[in-house]
């Protein structure tokens, strides 16, 4: 991601967008049905993966968040935010990457 200035001094960021998409119901349905209709190693081996997914999926992520702010302002974040890294992009602005608690 990367912010842009224009010439009325706004500032844009450039990024991507990604669309949601259904990734794991028919993946998760066949797990549970072997886990349902197996015995033995191989009921053992569809719980370890359905477990493995919720233990995955379902955790608490400490998410991290992108700001673009003038250089001199960077120092309110410092005292207020916990900040990952800085980024100077240009002598005016600076991105800097927090983690949103």
Avoid: P
């Avoid at 009325?8 to 049905?33: A, C, Q």
């Avoid at 955790?59 to 207020?80: F, G, M």
Wanted: include cysteine.
């Amino acid at each position: 991601m990367s912010c842009i200035i224009d010439k009325s001094n706004k500032l844009f960021l450039e990024g991507y967008e990604f669309s949601k998409i259904d990734l794991f119901t028919e993946f998760v349905s066949d797990l549970y049905k072997q886990k349902q209709n197996s015995t033995g190693s191989n009921r053992f081996i569809a719980k370890l993966h359905l477990n493995t997914l919720y233990g995955y999926f379902g955790r608490k992520l400490d998410l991290l968040v992108t700001i673009c702010v003038k250089t001199e302002d960077v120092h309110y974040y410092l005292v207020a935010k916990v900040v990952f890294n800085i980024y100077l992009i240009y002598d005016e602005w600076s991105t800097i990457v927090i983690y949103s608690l």
